[in-house]
T-cell receptor, first 113, second 111 residues
Framework: DTGVSQDPRHKITKRGQNVTFRCDPISEHNRLYWYRQTLGQGPEFLTYFQNEAQLEKSRLLSDRFSAERPKGSFSTLEIQRTEQGDSAMYLC???????????FGSGTRLTVV | EDQVTQSPEALRLQEGESSSLNCSYTVSGLRGLFWYRQDPGKGPEFLFTLYSAGEEKEKERLKATLTKKESFLHITAPKPEDSATYLCAVQGTSGNTPLVFGKGTRLSVIA
């Protein structure tokens, strides 16, 4: 297992377009997290899944954001009608049950122009 | 609401010049305090977990310590390859709370 994979690494999109990111967690990890990080800030929690169930969503996750984890494996994060304020690094992490120390992927950097 | 404050925001050291980074936190009940290293354009890399006051963990030139209100990351005789942003995060005991991160300390070690 090579760790948490995220695709794409970079995405440039025009304002108003929809984008979708994918995360493949470590195979035996049942928990998957999405975070957003802007320049000079720490990661901010967006949402997390235990297996296929989405258990918590942050107030940061507006109606334009939706996340899925079908079959409890990979996850997708979709942003509809992107805005310039959505420009950030989107990080995915995974863990096994409540083990400490999430393993993060390298992130997807989104630029909205 | 769980909060993490890291200081300084940025730190510039000469190679070999030891120093400490601070992480102050407020949490209703601490399940764990975490230190991560983040290189530019990459995701955070896990370094340490501390669970209770008085605990210490070491890895190469890094040592993390924990009190009831703060944690320190001590860097002994740093090298240029230690340059990175160091992030501190806490996880509370209530429910399935996710990690809450500070803004990080950007460390530069000059040869």
């Amino acid at each position: 297992d090579t760790g948490v994979s995220q695709d794409p690494r970079h995405k440039i999109t025009k304002r108003g377009q929809n984008v979708t990111f994918r995360c493949d967690p470590i195979s035996e990890h049942n928990r998957l997290y999405w975070y957003r990080q802007t320049l000079g800030q720490g990661p901010e929690f967006l949402t997390y899944f235990q297996n296929e169930a989405q258990l918590e969503k942050s107030r940061l996750l507006s109606d334009r954001f939706s996340a899925e984890r079908p079959k409890g494996s990979f996850s997708t994060l979709e942003i509809q009608r992107t805005e310039q304020g959505d420009s950030a690094m989107y990080l995915c992490a995974s863990s096994l049950n409540q083990d400490p120390g999430y393993t993060f992927g390298s992130g997807t950097r989104l630029t909205v122009v | 609401e769980d909060q993490v404050t890291q200081s300084p925001e940025a730190l510039r050291l000469q190679e070999g010049e030891s120093s400490s980074l601070n992480c102050s936190y407020t949490v209703s009940g601490l399940r764990g305090l975490f230190w991560y290293r983040q290189d530019p354009g990459k995701g955070p890399e896990f370094l340490f977990t501390l669970y209770s006051a008085g605990e210490e963990k070491e890895k190469e030139r890094l040592k993390a310590t924990l009190t009831k209100k703060e944690s320190f990351l001590h860097i002994t005789a740093p090298k240029p390859e230690d340059s990175a942003t160091y992030l501190c995060a806490v996880q509370g005991t209530s429910g399935n709370t996710p990690l809450v991160f500070g803004k990080g300390t950007r460390l530069s070690v000059i040869a």
